[in-house]
């Protein structure tokens, strides 16, 4: 049965968004403090998109239908990748509070029932611009570069980000559907497929036309595709309604995808211990 919380507060909607806030707050603190505690697994988080970078860049190469500068096209589709990399962090710290025991004593504490899911999003929120300032920074220095304007590079990070909390929403769900650890693990291979079936390494042109169209519809696709045009890369777009509309979908998709998830997310949590 779930405990009955009180909490002492002053009436009115301000007062508990202000508490809300401070709850919230604290409990990204609690997972900020992970990091100092476990750095390896924080350098790791941000050295592997570096890595798998490097190695489309230079040891496997690849952008098949790609006209042009290869490196151009795929720094932006390696940045929209690295958006899907790292949920397996996220989803097993929730799956190991909720094995420990840990959420359930939350739960029971006079505090606000959400701040536990908004300081673990805003945690893996920092640490993904994090890890997005290092993937651009080593771009910069393997010779990408964005040739338009401030406004259209903070457009491009923004759509970036957004995908990221769309995905966000989408593991946070599933590590509670989960519940456990291994099974989390199962779920995180399925990044792969989704990350690789979209343009970000190569452009669907040199692709089977059924295949073309699946990975034009991936909103990783959408993300690569709009990225590329806010930084003034190259990109090979398709005739195809995605392919034309690629911002509106950049867009469209990360904002049905949290307004799938996060509530289910919701619902989820305050459903644990019931």
């Known amino acids: 049965m779930s405990a009955t919380r009180t909490v002492s507060t002053p009436h009115g909607t301000g007062s508990q968004l202000s508490w809300a806030a401070v709850d919230s707050w604290t409990m990204t603190r609690r997972e900020l403090a992970h990091w ?7 350098v790791v988080g941000l050295v592997f998109p570096v890595m798998m970078l490097l190695m489309f860049g230079y040891l496997i190469g690849g952008g098949q239908g790609v006209q042009g500068d290869f490196t151009s096209y795929l720094v932006p589709g390696m940045l929209t990748v690295t958006m899907a990399f790292g949920l397996e962090a996220t989803m097993l710290s929730v799956t190991h509070d909720l094995g420990k025991g840990v959420i359930d004593r939350f739960r029971s504490m006079p505090m606000n029932s959400g701040a536990v899911l908004v300081g673990r999003s805003v945690a893996d929120m920092l640490q993904s611009a994090i890890g997005l300032t290092v993937m651009i920074g080593v771009g910069y220095a393997i010779g990408w570069r964005w040739h338009e304007g401030f406004a259209s590079f903070l457009g491009a990070v923004g759509l970036l980000l957004l995908l990221r909390f769309a995905m966000l929403w989408i593991g946070i769900h599933l590590a509670m559907v989960a519940g ?32 073309g169209a699946v990975v034009e519809w991936n909103p990783m696709s959408a993300t690569a595709t ?10 090979a777009v398709g005739d195809s309604w995605a392919a034309t509309h690629a911002q509106l979908l950049s867009v469209a998709w990360p904002v049905v995808l949290i307004a799938v998830f996060f509530p289910l997310a919701v619902r989820r949590f305050k459903g644990l211990s019931r």
């Not at 669907?204 to 036309?209: C, I, L, N, V």
């Not at 709009?226 to 990109?235: D, Q, S, T």
């Open 180 to 211: 456990k650890p291994e099974l989390v693990q199962a779920v995180q291979i399925l990044v792969w497929p989704v990350s690789f079936l979209s343009n970000a390494i190569a452009s669907p042109e040199s692709m089977p036309s059924w295949l």
């Open 36 to 42: 100092t505690r476990q750095p390896v697994q924080v």
């Open 226 to 235: 709009a990225v590329r045009g806010l930084f003034g890369n190259p990109g």
